[in-house]
T-cell receptor, first 115, second 113 residues
Framework: DTGVSQDPRHKITKRGQNVTFRCDPI?????LYWYRQTLGQGPEFLTY????????KSRLLSDRFSAERPKGSFSTLEIQRTEQGDSAMYLC?????????????FGPGTRLTVL | AQSVTQLGSHVSVSEGALVLLRCNYS??????LFWYVQYPNQGLQLLLK??????LVKGINGFEAEFKKSETSFHLTKPSAHMSDAAEYFC???????????FGTGTRLTVIP
């Protein structure tokens, strides 16, 4: 397994368009996270899934954002009616949920630019 | 609530010099603390983690960090900087290690030849 992968790596779109990103976690990982990283800032938590269930959503995740993990494997993050403020790096991470700490492995991210 | 503060958005050191990147945390419960490194156009890579075992934690690439509860700090150090250490470093905290991470704003490390 080559790790967490994200597609596309870069996306340029015009304001008002919809975009969708995909994340493929490490195959045996049952927990998947989405983070957003803006320029000069650390990553900020958006949401996470355990298997196919979305267990937590940040207040950052407005109504225009929706995430799914339909079969408990890959996940998609959709942004509707994009705004310039959505421009950021969107990071995905995965891990195995357990009683003790398990490292979150991060993908390379999808950089979104909204014109 | 949990948060981390990284003092110094940019740190420059000479090659071979000591690296010290500062992180202070705020947590209402015993925290799990982490340092991640991010190279340009790459994802985050875990350097080391504190999970309430030994207070001095050794990580990859010669980095280590010491958990000091009295100072609410988790500073990252490396005795001798290498050119390949130039990157962005993020401190992060988690309530129980199994949930989402709260990151600091990052420190960009520059290594001067």
């Amino acid at each position: 397994d080559t790790g967490v992968s994200q597609d596309p790596r870069h996306k340029i779109t015009k304001r008002g368009q919809n975009v969708t990103f995909r994340c493929d976690p490490i195959s045996e990982h049952n927990r998947l996270y989405w983070y957003r990283q803006t320029l000069g800032q650390g990553p900020e938590f958006l949401t996470y899934f355990q298997n196919e269930a979305q267990l937590e959503k940040s207040r950052l995740l407005s109504d225009r954002f929706s995430a799914e993990r339909p079969k408990g494997s890959f996940s998609t993050l959709e942004i509707q009616r994009t705004e310039q403020g959505d421009s950021a790096m969107y990071l995905c991470a995965s891990t195995i949920a357990g009683a003790t700490y398990n490292e979150q492995f991060f993908g390379p991210g999808t950089r979104l630019t909204v014109l | 609530a949990q948060s981390v503060t990284q003092l110094g958005s940019h740190v420059s050191v000479s090659e071979g010099a000591l690296v010290l990147l500062r992180c202070n945390y705020s947590s209402s419960v015993p925290p799990y603390l982490f340092w991640y490194v991010q190279y340009p156009n790459q994802g985050l890579q875990l350097l080391l983690k504190y999970t309430s075992a030994a207070t001095l934690v050794k990580g990859i690439n010669g980095f280590e960090a010491e958990f000091k509860k009295s100072e609410t700090s988790f500073h990252l150090t490396k005795p001798s900087a290498h050119m390949s250490d130039a990157a962005e470093y993020f401190c992060a905290v988690s309530q129980n290690g199994a949930n989402n991470l709260f990151f600091g704003t990052g420190t960009r490390l520059t290594v001067i030849p």
